[in-house]
């Protein structure tokens, strides 16, 4: 009996960490979470006076602040984060940064991040997927 009760413990403690596994979906959309976090991976690079980081196999770790509308990006490599950048949505599934212009341009939906940010002299840019 107490290999049986054992047996099916086992079976429902794998049974179940499958499901939270398989339930944590790359689908998640950061437009419809309130608190949203995911790794795109792509080329990445960062340009300032001191330094020049370029590479084809970087990721950003994308996290949705408290605030509902700003986001922080952590950039692999060494490159430095961007962090508190402002949103709106535009359509369905994408967000567009508040002030976007020629120079600056940060796209974000549930596949992909694009991300030209030029700032007091410094670059980042991404072009990722998920």
């Known amino acids: ?14 049974f179940f960490a ?20 995911g790794t795109y991976r792509g080329s990445i690079s960062y340009h300032d006076d001191s330094s ?3 590479t084809g196999d ?6 949705k602040i408290a605030s509902g509308t700003k986001y922080n990006f952590g950039f692999s490599n060494g490159i430095p984060d961007l962090n508190g950048v402002e949103f709106e949505q535009q359509g369905d599934h ?3 940064m508040v002030g976007s212009n020629g ?6 939906d549930n596949n ?3 991300i030209l940010y030029i ?12």
Do not use: H, Q
């Open 58 to 63: 970087g990721s950003v770790f994308v996290t």
């Open 94 to 96: 994408t967000l567009v």
């Open 18 to 37: 499958v499901t939270a596994i398989t339930s944590c979906s790359d689908d998640d959309d950061p437009t419809n979470n309130d608190f949203f976090a």
């Open 112 to 114: 992909e991040l694009k």
């Open 1 to 14: 009996m107490k290999k049986t009760i054992r047996i099916l413990g086992m079976f429902l403690l794998v």
């Open 103 to 108: 120079t600056s341009y940060i796209r974000i």
């Open 119 to 130: 700032k007091d002299g410094r670059t980042w840019t991404a072009n990722c997927t998920r």
């Open 52 to 54: 020049d980081i370029s």
